[in-house]
């Protein structure tokens, strides 16, 4: 069952695969006229060309496409003249850190809060918090991190500007550097997710196990971290889950407002400089990220709740 | 509750009120002040020539930022008419006639979905170039699936009812069952459907031309005008101030009439899980 529900990703990544090989081939232009410039002999263009396997037939390249995602090879590179896969995997941690840490600040808020609104229902806190999420997810997150630049780098100097410092740099140098980007992706998240675990948490309440748990004597808290929120959770996390892929997406705009060098910066370069195939691979390889961590997902279910199994 | 809900759609019928009235204000009065470069009076804080100050090359923030809505506006309108009519239709197509059209479509749809919209977006500018209009179209692009799943279950979900199957008894052709009975049945829910991702196109537009892909200067954009506002942090962070509210009004005034819409429309109604905004 779960072998089967990983083998379903199969087809929608080589969907994928294809829309992003159709809209290369669209393109006008010659990748070789582009590599060496227009100065360059028809004979080197012809042998550039039969490198790029430019020459064959439009099936055969497509074939060949597929058979490179397959193992890792996603063509090389026009402006960098060095093998996509290799910068794609260069960026991707920068990325992967930003989403993680992101999701970490979107759950860390919006599970605490989410189920405190739900324990007050109405109440002025309530309110409150369904106040900010309104207005959270009014806020795009490009210009929440430029506020908070504005906060904390120009006016405070809490946090560097720009850039990004890798784990091996030490620890505090790498959170000083991504704290703000993660607050910035996560935010609006939070604010759907807060939402979502005040929505849940407040249908388990109404429930007879919670009026049972009450009657045997539970506290409050025990009611409502043992009972309520272990059920309220397994809608939370299809919400969660899918949150990732969202966040994948808002990490390219959120690296521009912090210049971090990750995937939405090697896309950008690779849109300014027509460098299609780099385009190209990043685009399907975070496609297929997300439509693997959407299966993950799927699996984590089963694993938080029995009674669900996977078909 | 509906008391509070009416509020909702009142709320939101005048933050877009606002916005509609100061973006034709600049269209109609303006005289192209919003483009109008004045390198004199550049980076001038607000004062009251100037409500919102000026940017590096002097020009009118408030003029920008008015004008910057009626190309928010339009591409958000345009791109969720592509994504309504292509959907839509496609939907419609798919459920009535064929089996393997159905499939093909689908598996398009399935595929486009996969990707990030920001993503997808991304690669269709890769292919068009950059501007508004290619913005516009990539936007409508990755909203057509969402239209098309929505139509479908649906359209899937009428196709048994008796007064489907009576108006084909007394001899409609399928094009007027599919005009005349069926749509009209699901028009709410798209209405609906097209307000929300209508605020979510008007944030993607804003983020592609933040990323510098989007709407091209001289024209204004918001999202345009944070990224210049980026450069100017320390000296002038009105810049970056104004055109992020009005960003955010006008998608707070969107969502608060999408709210308020959709109990007005049908109060039976749970919320619809658009596709969603890159932002």
């Known amino acids: 069952m779960r072998a089967a529900r990983l083998l379903a990703l199969i ?80 960026r991707l941690p920068v990325t992967l850190s930003l989403a993680a840490a992101a999701m970490a600040v979107t759950v860390v808020v919006a599970l605490p809060l989410g189920l405190l609104a739900a324990a007050r229902a109405w109440s002025p806190l309530d309110l409150g918090v369904l106040t900010a999420t309104q207005l959270g997810l009014a806020v795009p997150n490009f210009w929440l991190g430029i506020l908070l630049l504005l906060a904390f780098s120009v006016a405070l100097r809490w946090f560097p500007l720009q850039g990004y410092a890798p784990l091996g740099a030490g620890v505090g140098a790498w959170a000083a550097h991504l704290a703000l980007p993660a607050v910035t992706l996560g935010a609006a998240r939070a604010a759907q997710l807060m939402r979502f675990v005040r929505g849940a948490a407040l249908e388990e309440l109404g429930r007879e196990y919670v009026r049972t748990a009450r009657g045997k004597g539970l506290g409050e808290r025990a009611v409502l971290l043992g009972h309520v929120l272990r059920n309220a959770l397994i809608p939370v996390v299809t919400v969660a889950g899918l949150q990732f892929g969202f966040l994948l997406g808002g990490a390219i705009i959120v690296e521009q407002v912090f210049g971090l060098p990750g995937i939405g910066r090697l896309v950008l370069q690779g849109i300014f400089a027509r460098d299609l195939p780099v385009v190209q691979g990043a685009v399907v390889v975070l496609a297929a990220l997300v439509c693997l961590l959407n299966a993950l997902v799927d699996l984590l279910y089963g694993a938080l709740d029995p009674r669900v199994s996977v078909e | 509750m509906s008391r509070r809900r009416n509020r909702a759609l009142w709320t939101g019928l005048v933050l877009l009120g606002v916005v509609l009235g100061g973006v034709a204000y600049q269209l109609l009065w303006g005289g192209g002040s919003d483009v109008r470069i004045a390198v004199e009076q550049r980076l001038e804080p607000p004062s009251p020539s100037h409500a919102f100050g000026t940017d590096d090359l002097g020009r009118d923030v408030l003029a920008r930022v008015l004008g910057g809505g009626a190309i928010a506006l339009k591409v958000g309108l345009v791109a969720v008419g592509i994504g309504l ?10 459920v009535r006639w064929g089996r393997w059209p159905a499939r093909v479509v689908g598996a398009v749809m399935d595929g486009l979905m996969a990707f990030p919209a920001i993503l997808l977006a991304l690669a269709i500018i890769a ?11 990539a936007i409508g692009i990755g909203l057509i699936p969402v239209f098309w799943r929505q139509t479908r279950a649906q359209a899937l979900a009428i196709e048994g009812r008796e007064f489907v199957l009576a108006a084909r ?83 707070l005034g969107i969502n608060l009439f999408g709210d308020g819409l959709r109990d007005a429309l049908d109060p039976q109604l749970r919320r619809i899980a658009g596709r969603e905004p890159v932002a």
């Open chain 2, 85 to 94: 009519a292509a959907g839509t239709s496609l939907a419609m197509v798919a």
């Open chain 2, 169 to 251: 008894g007394l001899g409609a052709t399928e094009a007027r069952v599919l005009w005349r009975h069926v749509l009209p049945q699901i028009t709410p829910l798209l209405v609906i459907q097209a307000t929300t991702t209508f605020s979510g196109a008007v944030l993607s537009e804003a983020s592609l031309s933040f990323l510098g892909v989007g709407t091209q200067p001289p024209l204004p954009s918001w999202g345009r005008m944070l990224l210049d506002a980026t450069r100017a942090l320390g000296v002038a962070p009105w810049m970056a101030i104004f055109p992020g509210v009005a960003l955010a009004v006008t998608v």
């Open chain 1, 11 to 90: 087809p929608t990544v080589v969907m994928t695969a294809t829309i992003a090989f159709v809209l290369l081939r669209v393109v006008p232009g010659d990748p070789a006229v582009l590599m060496l410039g227009l100065d360059a002999s028809p004979a080197e263009l012809a042998q550039l060309r039969h490198q790029l396997g430019e020459d064959r037939p439009i099936w055969a390249q497509y074939a060949a496409w597929l058979a490179g995602l397959a193992t890792g090879r996603l063509g090389t590179s026009i402006q960098y003249h060095a093998p996509v896969a290799g910068l794609i995997a260069a």
């Open chain 2, 127 to 137: 292919v068009l170039g950059a501007g508004y209009v290619p913005a516009m179209i």
